[in-house]
């Protein structure tokens, strides 16, 4: 007879939603993975063929990421994660988890809507997300 554990990682398998199991289970783990540090200024985004897509929210924590990526696969190589991509992005946890306000909120549909149309072109995705912020900021500003 066979183990419920072998039954259930072929469903798993059969319904294609292995990563996705593994992504949920890397996340609920990523403080204890990275540190403290590392945690705030990323999360992971998505796993597929052993490659995990991190977002990270500014170059300067994608370099120090880079920095220890084969601590942090070691760390959790129990998932056969072989590699690690890093995306520029908004970590969404920053305005619930330190008190601040949200950029956003203080921003209105019409400003990102302009701050959306004035980046949209920019292929470089630092770039891009600095000045995205750089404009954010500025409107905030305005509106004290």
Do not use: C
Request: aromatic share 6%.
């Amino acid at each position: 007879m066979k183990e419920l554990r072998h039954i259930l990682s072929g469903i798993v398998s059969d319904l294609g939603i292995s990563n996705d199991l593994k992504l949920i289970k890397i996340k609920s783990e990523w403080k204890n993975i990275t540190g403290e540090l590392i945690f705030m200024h990323s999360e992971p985004w998505s796993l597929k063929d052993g490659i995990l897509i991190v977002k990270v929210d500014s170059p300067h924590w994608m370099q120090e990421i880079k920095f220890h990526e084969n601590l942090i696969i070691e760390r959790i190589n129990d998932h056969a994660i072989r590699e690690i991509k890093l995306k520029l992005g908004r970590i969404e946890r920053h305005a619930h988890g330190r008190g601040k306000k949200s950029r956003k909120s203080s921003l209105n549909r019409d400003d990102m809507r302009f701050i959306d149309m004035v980046t949209s072109e920019i292929k470089d995705e630092g770039l891009k997300y600095s000045i995205r912020r750089a404009i954010e900021k500025s409107f905030i500003q305005m509106k004290k």
